[in-house]
């Protein structure tokens, strides 16, 4: 596959809803983009359903791919991995946040570490997933109001910060941004 025209130095925002296509695309991004491709993932498997998601995950990647597991620490996996030849793909900042609330670590805090590090990355390639999870009801435990709180808040710092911002809804991509 030609590499993607002005690949390196970007920084991508994927969201959208659970099985809305947003891995996929983001996969297609990295791979497309004449960079060596780095998954980063945040998700952890506590279940039989979770390890065949991220089985499932694995199993779209070709032999080149190379994952990097940070399910607390994605800046430091971020700070050691991105590099001008690389492409890094961080799946997904939703898990992610889960983690850091369930390990009782300051999302916020962690959310502003995450905007310096991407500002201050060397060029390269950085797709970043997450799921949008604000366009539902409100949800009715004060943990899942927390978590939808935090994960809205992150995603306006990403936004922010990368060059674009793409929503997927039913496998179809919205440019949001760039």
Request: net charge negative; with cysteine; glycine share 8%.
């Amino acid at each position: 596959m030609p590499p993607e025209a002005g690949a390196a130095g970007r920084l991508v925002f994927v969201l959208g809803g659970a099985r809305s296509g947003k891995s996929a695309l983001a996969e297609r991004r990295v791979g497309g983009s004449g960079l060596a491709p780095v998954y980063i993932a945040t998700g952890q498997a506590f279940d039989a359903e979770m390890t065949d998601r991220i089985d499932a995950h694995k199993a779209r990647r070709p032999a080149p791919w190379r994952t990097v597991e940070a399910p607390l620490d994605l800046v430091a996996a971020i700070e050691r991995e991105a590099a001008p030849e690389t492409a890094l793909l961080v799946d997904c900042l939703t898990l992610w946040v889960s983690n850091l609330m369930l390990a009782d670590h300051d999302v916020d805090a962690e959310a502003n570490r995450l905007s310096t590090c991407l500002a201050a990355r060397p060029p390269g390639l950085v797709v970043l997933v997450t799921n949008e999870v604000g366009l539902s009801i409100v949800p009715e435990n004060a943990m899942a109001r927390r978590f939808r709180d935090h994960a809205g808040r992150l995603h306006q710092i990403v936004a922010a910060a990368c060059d674009e911002a793409i929503f997927v809804a039913a496998g179809l991509p919205l440019t949001l941004k760039g």
